[in-house]
């Protein structure tokens, strides 16, 4: 879950129409709608997560993202998001350009594997991380693609996507986030454009 301090609703357009991919228990969406009055959908694969959702009273579709978005027109929203998701699918290259066929924009937020954290645990255990933040064991993690905030500007820029804006969510010390996100940001967000 993103907290207050991530700009998210400050990068979506008040009544604008978004799609949340990996839309989980649907708590950021209801917050989006509620908050900024946008026509939400979301898309979700886990059953008890749609159940949830829909107590919410949330439009949500089950659809494994990893079988792309066809299903959808281009430009049919305004703001494509997906949350802590991109990690954990089999080709994230080509959900982030379905992403940008459908939607205007998109919003992307995912963990920062070089955060100091995760590279001392490694370093000084000798063991893949298990955090708050990573709470699995390396064989039953859903993160199957760890990479950096450097290793996701790689990728949008050889893939042409325009990033409009990014911040860094993690450390407690202010300053450190910008000032180097490659080890204190535990959270990357990116506001992304064709």
């Given at each position: 879950m993103i907290n207050d301090t991530v700009p998210i609703g400050a990068w979506i357009e008040p009544k604008s129409r978004l799609l949340d991919l990996g839309c989980g228990d649907g708590t950021l969406l209801r917050r989006l709608i509620d908050?900024?009055?946008v026509q939400g959908y979301g898309l979700e694969i886990d059953p008890d997560s749609i159940n949830q959702c829909i107590q919410k009273g949330l439009n949500v579709i089950e659809q494994d993202?990893?079988?792309g978005l066809k299903n959808f027109p281009d430009n049919s929203f305004d703001t494509v998001?997906?949350?802590?998701?991109?990690?954990?699918?089999?080709?994230?290259?080509?959900v982030?350009?379905?992403?940008?066929r459908i939607g205007n924009r998109c919003i992307v937020t995912f963990p920062n594997f070089g955060h100091w954290q995760t590279r001392s645990f490694l370093a000084i255990r000798?063991?893949?991380?298990?955090?708050?933040?990573?709470?699995?064991?390396?064989?039953?993690?859903?993160?199957i693609h760890l990479f950096t905030y450097k290793d996701f500007e790689a990728l949008c820029s050889e893939r042409q996507i325009k990033i409009?804006?990014?911040?860094?969510?993690?450390?407690?010390f202010l300053g450190l986030n910008s000032l180097c996100p490659s080890l204190f940001a535990k959270t990357a967000v990116?506001?992304?454009?064709k």
């Open positions: 908050d900024y009055q993202l990893n079988k998001l997906m949350s802590q998701t991109l990690q954990a699918l089999r080709n994230p290259h080509l982030l350009d379905e992403m940008l000798g063991r893949m991380p298990v955090t708050k933040q990573l709470a699995y064991q390396w064989y039953d993690t859903p993160n409009l804006k990014r911040t860094f969510v993690g450390s407690q990116y506001h992304l454009a």
